[in-house]
Structure formats: structure tokens, C-alpha cells
């Protein structure tokens, strides 16, 4: 059963950047789909972006394509969201996930998850 372990996470102030890391183990990395999700204090779960097995595929959630980019090494099991342009609105509570359906945007496709890391951002 794969395990997913996230980092990077920080407070920043508005206007800079963050990279999030999540490691994978358990299992075969090039064989799951891989997403971001954040959550910040009383709202739902939000989808961020995804990714294909190979990397051939993208998704993103509206209105953050352009800030956000995720990619993925099959070699190193890890997955990556680089966060430019930072806005106190995207603070959160970032998780990446795991799953076998393809660089869906839907949290039910997702199987695993990480424990989350921390995003900060004050203006």
C-alpha cells in the first residue's frame, strides 16, 4: 500500500513562491496518478492540479494554472507543486494523493493521501 509523505510547506508573504514535495512508498510510483488537494479552516477540500503516470497529462483547478505547476519523477517517487505569486487565499492545508484513474479532478478518484503540509501566506 503505497504512502505518501508531504513537505515544503511554510509562511510566506504574498507575491513569493513555495515548492511542495511528496514522496511515495509502497509500492510502484509510476503506476499511480497523482493530484494536489488543499483545504484551509471551514471551507471543502479543493482540487489544485494533477498529473498522468508519465507526465503526459495535466489538470489543474480553475484559476490556478499559471501560478501552479506540478510535475513528477518516476526515478526519485515524488511529486511536485511549485506555488509562484503566492496570495493570502491560498492559504491551506496541502495534501497530495494517489490513484489509478488518470489526472482526475474528483478527490473520490484518489485512494491515498499524505498527512498535508502547511501553506502560509500573509499579505
Known amino acids: 500500500q503505497v504512502q505518501l509523505v508531504e513537505s515544503g510547506g511554510g509562511s510566506v508573504q504574498a507575491g513569493e513562491s513555495l515548492r511542495l514535495s511528496c514522496v511515495a512508498s509502497?509500492?510502484?510510483?509510476?503506476?499511480?496518478?497523482m493530484a494536489w488537494f488543499r483545504q484551509a479552516p471551514g471551507k471543502e477540500r479543493q482540487f489544485v492540479a494533477a498529473?498522468?503516470?508519465?507526465?503526459?497529462?495535466?489538470n489543474y483547478g480553475d484559476s490556478l494554472k499559471g501560478r501552479f505547476t506540478i510535475s513528477r519523477d518516476n526515478a526519485k517517487n515524488s511529486v511536485y507543486l511549485q506555488m509562484n505569486s503566492l496570495q493570502p487565499e491560498d492559504t491551506a492545508v496541502y495534501s497530495c494523493?494517489?490513484?489509478?484513474?488518470?489526472?482526475?479532478?474528483?478527490?473520490?478518484?484518489?485512494?491515498?493521501w499524505g498527512q498535508g503540509t502547511q501553506v502560509s501566506v500573509f499579505s
Open positions: 498529473i498522468s503516470r508519465y507526465s503526459d497529462i495535466t
Open positions: 494523493a494517489a490513484g489509478v484513474t488518470g489526472a482526475q479532478a474528483a478527490s473520490m478518484a484518489y485512494s491515498a
Open positions: 509502497g509500492g510502484t510510483f509510476s503506476s499511480w496518478a
